[in-house]
């Protein structure tokens, strides 16, 4: 056993492939919660030390992948100065993008619901495949918050600014065909599967037939438009929005001027925009017309 705690297990599988599985005792599904994140970072420094692992698969024990961040947790720190609120996602932020520095290829087996911080842990993984009968999403706009844990530079790097605008300003949950279609997955089977496809993912980046150091560095790095391209997607994106939404409502187009703001800028400088743009708690909790039939 390479870790071992109350929420996180990481050992070694096949192959110098390590296991870092999800499921946290005594709750019927996986959360973000403050114990999670603190043995996400135990373990993963526990894998940069490890010696000749090849590669991380990342799993659940749970019928869901994780649900979310437990927001009970957090409602302290949302009431709270707007210092301890950024310096929270940040230290959060370091985690993700730690598991997405290590020093091999990494890929999340999505069997159920990966949904807000769930989603952004599949996001931070360089591959991720997923149960015909899954969801992911980021909801967070539904509770008048948005993207924390860097969904908002990750999502719209993977799969451009367009479909990135529509999941996060919507907050759907998404079939797995559709998180196919758009690139946000790389692979769609059934769920006993999905392990052995992440092995045979690594499998293939460790014999150069793929590049998941480029597929990285991708997700790494700026929105691939220019200063033209980038005006008009973001400027036509929170006009309809705003019209959809209504002033009373703003995070949805809060979430997309964070993702103009940061979209000349590469991983770690993007991150610290987003977090320090993350609306204060309380917002507005109910749900307009336009979200309920997204």
Known sequence: ?????KAITVKEIEGGIAQLNFDLQGESVNKFNRLTIEELRAATDKLEAQKGLKGLVVTSSKDSFIVGADITEFTDLFAGPEEDLVANNLKANEVFSAIEDLPFPTVTAINGMALGGGFEMCLATDYRVMD?????????????????FGGTVRLSRLVGVDY????????????????????????????????DAAISIISQCNDGKLDYQ????E??????LNAMESMMA?????????????????????????????????????????????PRWPKPTWQPAWLACS
Request: glycine share 12%; net charge positive; proline share 4%.
């Open 1 to 5: 056993m390479i870790y071992e705690g």
């Open 132 to 148: 015909k009968k899954a969801k992911v999403g980021l909801p967070e706009v539904k509770l008048g918050i948005f993207p924390g």
């Open 164 to 195: 990135a605008v529509e999941w996060i300003c919507g907050g759907t949950e998404n079939r797995a065909d559709k998180a196919l279609k758009v690139g946000a997955v790389d692979a769609v089977l059934e769920g006993e599967k999905l392990v």
């Open 214 to 217: 480029a597929r990285r560095e």
């Open 219 to 224: 997700k790494k790095g700026k929105i691939k």
């Open 234 to 278: 973001f400027e036509i994106s929170k006009a309809y929005v705003a019209g959809q939404a209504g002033k009373n409502y703003p995070a949805p187009v809060e979430a997309i001027k964070v993702m103009q703001k940061h979209a000349g800028l590469t991983r770690d400088k993007a991150i610290e925009v987003e977090a320090k743009a993350s």
